[in-house]
């Protein structure tokens, strides 16, 4: 039997179109982040694995809506979606099957249900999104979008009870991961008519965005990116006390998740002013050492409990 097939019997997913849903969700999911894929599959006890699948196939396809496809036609787009999303949570029923494992997933982890909630009130943040004139532009984008979004996944991981704790660090470390995305994918979003630097920056700098748009390798671009990045850096350093906030068999995956953004910082300050024309990749080499790491270290926790509990059940928030 494969491990997948293993992880929907970890899961309690027996159903067999079900299991096809959450099948066809993983296809999608391993295409996105696939060294992010490769930890949640190697890392997570198995019961929890199929659920990490479903949330995060649901925040891409949604995602997918606000920023896709004809910029006239998004709106209504995700208006049908979430009507659609709405009906389900409603009824408890779905005909989609991006929405089938997530009413599973919502059944087996009812906590989720208040951050799908959360997540489709602020979603239509990033419905217009251009790029920020201020920082405080940057910081309120975190809070209204990139936040509710990490936490359809992040509260799978989340310790018992509702806690501020675990919320205010998860915010710290998607704070530096979506900065990070924003410098290291720059030519991206400037064709897709995005800028993610916030304008005062570029003042602060003196770059315009035509110095960025057309990729002019100047003093004033190499410190900004340089700039833009060590602020990454410095609140990617920031978020590591997640780490011991979440349950031990969450540990591994917070820790490898932290260490792939450090190894993207480190491969995107090296290519510098080239970001302007494609981004930047981390070492193959460095993520294969992070899983083998982390992966010893999930096999050491799996094996050193007594508790007799069935695997997973401490990740549960």
Avoid at 175 to 198: C, H, I, K, M, Y
Wanted: net charge neutral.
């Amino acid at each position: 039997m494969s491990a997948w097939n293993q992880a929907l019997d970890a899961a309690g997913i027996r159903d067999p179109g079900l299991r096809d849903d959450y099948t066809r969700q993983r296809e999608l999911v391993a295409r996105f982040k696939r060294s992010a894929y490769l930890a949640a599959r190697l890392l997570l006890p198995r019961p929890l694995f199929p659920h990490v699948v479903a949330m995060t196939a649901f925040m891409h396809h949604s995602d997918n809506l606000l920023d896709s496809g004809p910029r006239e036609g998004r709106a209504a787009a995700y208006d049908a979606w979430e009507r659609r999303v709405r009906d389900a949570l409603a009824t408890g029923a779905g005909d989609h099957p991006v929405i089938r494992p997530v009413l599973n997933t919502l059944a087996a982890h009812p906590e989720l249900r208040g951050h799908v909630e959360e997540y489709l009130v602020t979603a239509r943040a990033d419905l217009d999104f251009a790029g920020f004139d201020t920082e405080a532009d940057h910081q309120a984008y975190i809070d209204a979008y990139s936040l509710p979004a990490f936490m359809l996944v992040a509260g799978l991981l989340a310790p018992p009870g509702d806690s501020a704790e675990f919320r205010a660090a998860c915010r710290t470390f998607i704070d530096a991961s979506q900065r990070l995305d924003f410098v290291n994918d720059l030519a991206e979003d400037l064709a897709d008519g995005r800028l993610t630097v916030p304008r005062e920056t570029l003042e602060r700098h003196g770059v315009t965005r035509a110095d960025l748009e057309q990729a002019r390798d100047l003093p004033g671009t190499r410190e900004l990116i340089a700039a833009v990045l060590g602020q990454a850096r410095a609140t990617l350093a920031a978020s590591r006390p997640l780490v011991t906030i979440v349950p031990a068999p969450g540990m591994p995956l917070v820790r490898a998740l932290i260490s792939f953004d450090e190894l993207t910082s480190t491969a995107a300050a090296r290519k510098g002013v080239g970001l302007l024309k494609a981004p930047a990749r981390p070492s193959a080499t460095g993520a294969a050492r992070v899983l083998l790491r982390e992966y010893a270290q999930a096999r050491r926790l799996r094996r050193g409990r007594t508790s007799g509990a069935p695997e997973g059940v401490t990740a549960r928030g």
